[in-house]
């Protein structure tokens, strides 16, 4: 069975950082791409970045360009985010995601296409003084 298990959430200030990772087991990680979206209490679900493991080139959505990084490590078959600078807003359930990558295909595209994929559950983020 594939799982896709996050974890790494926690309670941070304003200004602070966490990473969050991605436990991946059951699917041939560099067929994959690896996306982390969050959602926050009454709002819609958020692709935040996105990562084609074959080539690892990545997507991040405007909210987040410039604070997170997204990287994955094949030989442990992890993805991680690395989120700096959070601010409130970043508070939200954040889910790693998995979806087959066609060779080739931009990470901006195929986060598009992660509603088909693997999910895993939620992991908190709360950035509050």
């Known amino acids: 069975d594939v799982q896709l298990q996050a974890s790494g959430g926690g309670l941070a200030q304003p200004g602070g950082s966490l990473r969050l990772s991605c436990a991946v087991s059951g699917l041939t990680f560099e067929d994959y791409a690896f996306a982390w979206f969050r959602q926050a209490p009454g709002k819609e679900r958020e692709g935040v970045s996105c990562?084609?493991?074959?080539?690892?080139?990545?997507y991040f959505a405007d909210s987040v360009a410039g604070r997170f990084t997204i990287s994955r490590d094949n030989a442990k078959n992890a993805v991680y985010l690395r989120m700096d600078d959070l601010k409130p807003e970043d508070t939200a359930a954040y889910f790693c995601?998995?979806?087959?990558?066609?060779?080739?295909?931009?990470?901006?595209?195929?986060?598009?296409?992660?509603?088909?994929?693997?999910w895993g559950r939620g992991t908190q983020v709360t950035v509050s003084s």
């Open positions: 990562i084609v493991s074959r080539d690892g080139t990545t």
């Open positions: 995601a998995a979806v087959r990558a066609e060779r080739g295909v931009s990470a901006a595209r195929v986060i598009g296409l992660m509603k088909y994929g693997y």
